[in-house]
């Protein structure tokens, strides 16, 4: 099922249709076919309009569908789009020329509008079908967003709820309009008299937006959301462990694209057993569970096992395609991968961490669950049973990852930042000069050089470098390249370099692997080539 959210939106999306900046040539053609003909005339009007435009949504979506064009394409082309538009609408001189183009193109429609003889709801029907094929180009920045939410739809089910609140919405103001007949005509005025000032706010409604999604500050809107709906099954009896009281898995739901499999849903996998594994590619600890669940699909795959590797990014870059792609490679994950850019299933199935294992019988069921790293025999052993298998103890030894007060995940960007000693505080958003203080306590942190602190990360100027007071046997530090190209980054442990590591793809990075019988401990200093380094988090293990 598609989320209230993005039905709602849908909805809103349908109403601001009104205020498209070429409805004051389109008012006359809705006006003038309704004030002629039978009461069931105008509600002809707008059915016509909302069956033209669900008839073009629904050929896009299957067509975008059919392509194979990725949806990282569509959103960023749309995205681009709607800026081009939003400024369109905030000059009037531009949206005039935009309305002029338009109403020439359809100059010929209240020429085939009055050719549509009748007074009744069908000829009303001809009249909003033709209306849609003028109006819908020219609303062409609220259209795209909708079809892009139509096209990106996980399921036909909600492409149809989307198409319903989105005609739903534009069909209530036009069927106000087309019964409202003379009193309307005589209140035009106040629309002509506010025109400018209403294109100028959608305008500036629609830059913001298109530069949100783009900064990817939306991703954190919905990762906290996410974690706000999770919270709601805290006080819920656990499912871990227990067949008894399991319930029937949520569906898969707005899945943006697939690796290495065609779209799937969890109801035409009935009849065999799912794992549900939540994690994104820059997780330490949803790496080190890697080598199990790829394990697991090697060895039960013939037996009747799916898994599925729902994959909810941290990070706004881990969001592309090619980068999920590349780190399903490097994985050597064969098993389908879904990407949940949007954490619709995440938070259709409330979870609230990474990683996350969901076991589904053969029933649609969820059997068994464990949050993080471990339990790796008792869930081979959970597999093993929902199969119908020899449940015997597999003898498998847990991984000890981690060291009894080992430094804590660490975020760098100042949304989530802790411990930073820099004497000048972070400064958000704006390059500034750090110096390191003269010391620092276990698990703080500071710069030096410029650098500028966003919400998510952090992105090296000139002569920048990182201290961290850590203790752990393993450092983690997740990077990228601003600029896509190499830069290099020299790492040292108390002074002393032990190694050059190589940044460009956006990915977890080790830089620090301590070796048998030396203290799992140390000042941690990073000194980066150039500007341009981009860092977001520090992890650690044993």
């Given at each position: 099922?598609?989320?209230?959210?993005?039905?709602?939106?849908?909805?809103?999306?349908?109403?601001?249709?009104?205020?498209?900046?070429?409805?004051?040539?389109?008012?006359?053609?809705?006006?003038?076919?309704?004030?002629?003909?039978?009461?069931?005339?105008?509600?002809?009007?707008?059915?016509?309009?909302?069956?033209?435009?669900?008839?073009?949504?629904?050929?896009?979506?299957?067509?975008?569908?059919?392509?194979?064009?990725s949806s990282e394409v569509i959103r960023d082309a749309?995205?681009?789009?709607?800026?081009?538009?939003?400024?369109?609408?905030?000059?009037?001189?531009?949206?005039?020329?935009?309305?002029?183009?338009?109403?020439?193109?359809?100059?010929?429609?209240?020429?085939?509008?009055?050719?549509?003889?009748?007074?009744?709801?069908?000829?009303?029907?001809?009249?909003?079908?033709?209306?849609?094929?003028?109006?819908?180009?020219?609303?062409?920045?609220?259209?795209?967003?909708?079809?892009?939410?139509?096209?990106?739809?996980?399921?036909?089910?909600?492409?149809?709820?989307?198409?319903?609140?989105?005609?739903?919405?534009?069909?209530?103001?036009?069927?106000?309009?087309?019964?409202?007949?003379?009193?309307?005509?005589?209140?035009?005025?106040?629309?002509?008299?506010?025109?400018?000032?209403?294109?100028?706010?959608?305008?500036?409604?629609?830059?913001?937006?298109?530069?949100?999604?783009?900064?990817?500050?939306?991703?954190?809107?919905?990762?906290?959301?996410?974690?706000?709906?999770?919270?709601?099954?805290?006080?819920?009896?656990?499912?871990?462990?227990?067949?008894?009281?399991?319930?029937?898995?949520?569906?898969?739901?707005?899945?943006?694209?697939?690796?290495?499999?065609?779209?799937?849903?969890?109801?035409?996998?009935?009849?065999?057993?799912?794992?549900?594994?939540?994690?994104?590619?820059?997780?330490?600890?949803?790496?080190?569970?890697?080598?199990?669940?790829?394990?697991?699909?090697?060895k039960y795959k013939n037996d009747g096992l799916v898994?599925?590797?729902?994959?909810?990014?941290?990070?706004?870059?881990?969001?592309?395609?090619?980068?999920?792609?590349?780190?399903?490679?490097?994985?050597?994950?064969?098993?389908?991968?879904?990407?949940?850019?949007?954490?619709?299933?995440?938070?259709?199935?409330?979870?609230?961490?990474?990683?996350?294992?969901?076991?589904?019988?053969?029933?649609?069921?969820?059997?068994?669950?464990?949050?993080?790293?471990?339990?790796?025999?008792?869930?081979?052993?959970?597999?093993?049973?929902?199969?119908?298998?020899?449940?015997?103890?597999?003898?498998?030894?847990?991984?000890?990852?981690?060291?009894?007060?080992?430094?804590?995940?660490?975020?760098?960007?100042?949304?989530?930042?802790?411990?930073?000693?820099?004497?000048?505080?972070?400064?958000?958003?704006?390059?500034?000069?750090?110096?390191?203080?003269?010391?620092?306590?276990?698990?703080?942190?500071?710069?030096?050089?410029?650098?500028?602190?966003?919400?998510?990360?952090?992105?090296?100027?000139?002569?920048?470098?990182?201290?961290?007071?850590?203790?752990?046997?393993k450092v983690f530090l997740v990077l990228g390249s601003?600029?896509?190209?190499?830069?290099?980054?020299?790492?040292?442990?108390?002074?002393?370099?032990?190694?050059?590591?190589?940044?460009?793809?956006?990915?977890?990075?080790?830089?620090?692997?301590?070796?048998?019988?030396?203290?799992?401990?140390?000042?941690?200093?990073?000194?980066?080539?150039?500007?341009?380094?981009?860092?977001?988090?520090?992890?650690?293990?044993?």
């Amino acid at each position: 099922m598609t989320s209230t959210a993005s039905i709602a939106v849908s909805f809103a999306e349908g109403l601001a249709l009104i205020l498209s900046p070429c409805i004051l040539p389109v008012l006359p053609l809705i006006l003038g076919a309704s004030l002629e003909g039978s009461k069931a005339k105008p509600l002809g009007i707008v059915a016509g309009f909302v069956l033209a435009f669900t008839a073009f949504a629904w050929v896009s979506r299957q067509a975008i569908l059919a392509s194979g064009i990725s949806s990282e394409v569509i959103r960023d082309a749309s995205l681009i789009l709607l800026m081009l538009f939003g400024l369109v609408m905030l000059f009037p001189r531009l949206s005039d020329k935009w309305a002029a183009w338009f109403a020439r193109l359809g100059g010929g429609s209240d020429a085939l509008i009055g050719r549509i003889k009748g007074d009744g709801f069908i000829s009303g029907m001809g009249v909003g079908a033709l209306i849609g094929v003028v109006w819908t180009p020219c609303a062409g920045p609220i259209m795209a967003t909708a079809l892009l939410q139509i096209i990106q739809a996980g399921t036909t089910a909600g492409a149809l709820a989307i198409i319903a609140a989105f005609a739903l919405g534009a069909a209530i103001p036009m069927f106000i309009i087309a019964t409202s007949g003379r009193y309307f005509m005589h209140h035009l005025h106040f629309l002509k008299k506010h025109s400018d000032t209403i294109r100028r706010t959608i305008g500036v409604v629609m830059i913001a937006a298109a530069l949100t999604i783009f900064s990817g500050f939306d991703l954190k809107l919905v990762a906290w959301g996410a974690k706000l709906d999770a919270a709601e099954i805290t006080t819920a009896a656990p499912l871990e462990n227990n067949t008894q009281n399991a319930v029937t898995a949520p569906e898969l739901v707005g899945i943006t694209d697939w690796v290495n499999t065609p779209p799937l849903t969890l109801q035409q996998l009935r009849g065999k057993v799912v794992l549900i594994d939540f994690w994104t590619y820059s997780c330490i600890n949803c790496i080190r569970t890697m080598p199990y669940i790829t394990g697991w699909y090697e060895k039960y795959k013939n037996d009747g096992l799916v898994i599925i590797g729902v994959h909810s990014p941290e990070f706004p870059f881990e969001k592309k395609l090619s980068n999920v792609k590349d780190a399903v490679n490097e994985y050597g994950i064969t098993y389908p991968v879904a990407l949940d850019n949007n954490f619709s299933t995440w938070k259709a199935f409330k979870n609230q961490y990474w990683p996350a294992h969901y076991l589904i019988n053969r029933d649609g069921r969820i059997v068994y669950t464990h949050f993080g790293e471990g339990n790796y025999a008792e869930t081979e052993n959970s597999i093993r049973a929902a199969l119908g298998l020899d449940a015997k103890v597999v003898s498998i030894t847990d991984s000890d990852v981690i060291m009894q007060g080992q430094s804590p995940e660490t975020y760098l960007g100042y949304n989530r930042a802790a411990n930073f000693k820099s004497p000048e505080g972070i400064t958000p958003d704006k390059l500034t000069t750090y110096t390191y203080p003269a010391a620092l306590a276990p698990n703080a942190w500071a710069l030096t050089g410029n650098w500028k602190v966003a919400g998510e990360k952090i992105t090296s100027g000139t002569n920048a470098g990182l201290r961290f007071r850590y203790i752990g046997g393993k450092v983690f530090l997740v990077l990228g390249s601003v600029d896509g190209k190499p830069l290099t980054v020299d790492v040292l442990v108390d002074g002393t370099k032990t190694k050059t590591i190589s940044v460009t793809a956006e990915k977890l990075y080790t830089l620090v692997d301590t070796p048998a019988g030396a203290a799992p401990k140390g000042l941690l200093e990073l000194r980066v080539s150039r500007a341009g380094l981009d860092a977001y988090a520090f992890t650690f293990g044993k």
